[in-house]
């Protein structure tokens, strides 16, 4: 055993180069993205036009959902399911919360918003206290309708059920995540109390019940771009552009990568992305 | 007499008044005793595995000679002033410092999984076996739909390519998300089936077979 | 057929109380064959040298016990049986460890193994994606020298065989998938594509359409596919246990939620029709 | 320096780990674990958030008389005396570890056990053939739940098989299909963040 980790140290005797070996591929892949990311943006920044995203029901279903629990008189709960401050399906839930908010503030309509993770929770307030300002009715924001329940799920699950049954929303948002089993339980207790739900997550194997429990459903990569979508802040939409344009090239690589799997038995292309 | 599997059996039972009714006391009072103890049990174990021996354990602490620690430390602490209204701005720091480091997480160490995802979709569209081949092909072609399904800046109906692309997508995803489903029928079942062997079972000693 | 629309569901719970309870009462034991995708993952670790260590990710929570721990179980069998040594830790759910340990506590009793030669426990240790990837550089450090009960790590010997998580020191990972955080999206990226140790997977049925991908990418080396992937394991390893006996669980609740979709549909389309 | 420091420490820690994480010179320096354990301690400190918030929150209701406000009482009484509890002899004690194996457990694994019941009503009430989409998903669910439990193979010989092929096949290539699109997408917004267009953690709504 020691014999045989002196000799696996011996190969890996330092190769002196400019990427940690075995990298060099993935930071190719970042960088082309970064770059196309960053062109589309300053295409923006300097007025250019760059192309439109197409119509995404879910977002505009939105404004739907808060406008029927205005007429309820009832609140409107969002949840982000078990976030967490790193996770990009956390991050891509923000925006939308602040949207959310604003709507809320505008129609004077309670927001309910129910947290499992610390962190994330002093965001969401923050967001929401900001979002209530924005639209001059700072005195409407109440900071115990941000909730912490606990970071453990089915605690969490047990404090939201509370919640509902209590204040029975008129409309429910799920979105973002990461989302666990507590969102079909969520899903079908807001559909017992009649609310109106917009859904929308990367969770895979959450989303059958988004689709089929929701009355609008984001799927996956979708609610990445619903900052850009919500703001039509061109800087955004940039990056929603560059990120179509990647897409076109991953079409080619996997083309051609195809091709080469077909008519030769050594996939070069594969080595080198690998490298 | 088990106490500690009769004392298991009434927490199932009391859990299983909610499909009953989803607001009676018995219900109310298991799940405000089950956060309490949730709680209640990460302070503990926090403690005793990560807080405490970072102050005064004999490898990597602030015991060891580690006093480089008191910044994170400190750092971390001061998430905490949010409680604070007049200084709750401070609390940003820690937060805005874990937002960046996890978007370099994110850009650091995903790229290789998603490089390795890219090129084992090189698929061979002539194989050996005829099965294979069909296989490579819908492989391949619900791919590529798939990702056409998720272009946001072009119409899903601008030309054909895109509608045929896209409408096969869709069938792929649904087949998927219909597998999903099944799947996620069974695993709700085995979990319930759990808890029945531990009633039937543990408690009551019914089990057959 | 409105009378089936109407239904309070509570008729339809209280079904599956019966259903589940006398399968439980008498057995069906229907036959299971063994897949490849669990065969493959049986032989990966049988291949494996003597006292090599396998790390168990025990990324899973109370509720996924049901599923998880008899995985957990049925690879300590094997793993004891043929002198691999295990060690446990998680650092994003913090029941895991426990739970996994409980487990393993249980067979290494059986099997005369001893704690901290044989395996630890080392714990959960927060901090997510910066602890994964720290314990590929220094697994003390990241669990600041204490297992799950707060002893120090350094006085196992077995840990003198396990500074840090990388392919010299460890020989296979075994994640638990309960969904995120999990095999896909933590071990993979931080633990088992930078140092290259092979990740075998013991997802819930749940997650397992969604792993499919990584199987086929071999970035997953080998997968248990749920509790039937459990079951098929326990088989090959000679100790049925609970997934073996899920299984009759499994086949009637697919015939069950199978006929209330065929019900519901069928009502639905009649008094549609009626009112159109 | 309410903003801007913020956004500066973002955008450093954020360069830090990839600069550190793709160039080798930076690797070799080891600077990478030092940060990283830096960062575990940083984040370890958290810890204490949940409780002091499940303080407030239920000392208020206590306080305040709210309704059901014994219940926060409970909560309260659960968790300072679990906490204590537990810190005093380590979780694994002989009473806390009874506690956990008999009341925590059985209660956490019943509520996650509730599931079964909400998908088969759900299954009931919600999935209808309304669309083609929907009539898909559906059959290939219904194909996949027997084909994984035993009961289908014993029905009729190789549904095992046609099960598999619809999860190793369609299923697989459209789940990578979701998963690329993520990977996207995930870049974008941790690109975004390094970039300062996405601060809404800094308290804006949005932009």
Sequence with gaps: MGFLSLLAAEAKSPVWGIFVPGQAGAFIAVLIFAILVYVMINRARAGQAVREIHKIAGLEALEEAVGRATEMGRPVHYTMGLPGITDPQTIASFPVLGHVAKTCARYDTRLINTVPDVVVYAINEEIIRQAYLEAGRPDAFNPDDVRFITDWQFAYVAGVLEILAAEKPAAQILFGGPFFAEAMIFIEAGALAGAIQVGGTASTSQLPFFVAGCDYALIGEEIYAASAYISKEPILTGTVVGEDFYKFLLFAVIILGTLVATFSSNNFLATFLKS | ?209 | MEWALDIDRRWIWAIIFIIIGAVIIHPLGLPITVSPDTQKFYDTIQKLPEGSIILVGASYDIGAQGEITPMVKALAYQAFAHNLRLAVFDAAWVNGPKLAGQAIDQVAKEMGKKYGVDWINIGYKPGSSTTYQLITQDLISAAKNVDQTGQSLDQFPIMKDLPKVDKDHVAAIFAADIGSPGAGDAWLPYVSQPTGIPLLVGSITMSVAQNKPYVASGQFAAMLAGSRGAAEYEQLVGHPGAAAAQQDGQSLAAIYVTLLIVLANVAWLTTRKKAA | MRKEIPMILTVLAGLFVIVAKYLFAVDQLGWFTTANRMYQVMYAMFFLLGVVSLTIVHGKNIQRRRSKWIYSLILLICMYGYGILTIQQTVEGPQANWIYNNILNPTDATIFALLAFFITSAAYRAFRVRTREATVLMITAVIVMLGVAPIGDTLIHGWNNVARWFMDVPNSSAMRGIALGAYLGSFAVALRILLGLERAHLGGAGQ
């Design chain 2, 1 to 209: 007499m088990d106490w500690g599997i009769l004392a298991g059996a009434i927490c199932t039972i009391a859990v299983w008044t909610y499909l009953a009714d989803h607001q009676n006391p018995i219900w109310e009072l298991i799940q405000h005793i089950y956060i309490g103890l949730a709680y209640g049990w990460s302070i503990g174990y926090y403690w005793h595995t990560y807080i405490w021996p970072t102050f005064t354990g004999n490898k990597d602490s602030l015991a060891a000679g580690q006093w480089v620690y008191i910044i994170p430390i400190i750092a971390g602490l001061l998430v905490y002033t949010r409680y604070i209204p007049s200084i709750a701005w401070v609390a940003r720091y820690p937060l805005s410092l874990a937002l960046g480091w996890g978007a370099g997480y994110v850009l650091g160490f995903t790229p290789a999984v998603f490089i390795g995802q890219l090129t084992n979709s090189f698929y061979d569209l002539w194989t050996d076996s005829v099965s294979g081949t069909i296989n490579n092909w819908i492989l391949l072609l619900t791919l590529l739909g798939t990702v056409m399904y998720f272009f946001f800046t072009i119409r899903r109906d601008a030309n054909p390519v895109m509608k045929g692309g896209v409408w096969l997508g869709r069938w792929a995803i649904m087949v998927a998300l219909g597998a999903a489903f099944g799947n996620t029928v069974l695993y709700r079942y085995n979990l319930f089936y759990a808890r029945m062997h531990y009633i039937l079972g543990d408690w009551l000693h019914l089990a057959g077979g």
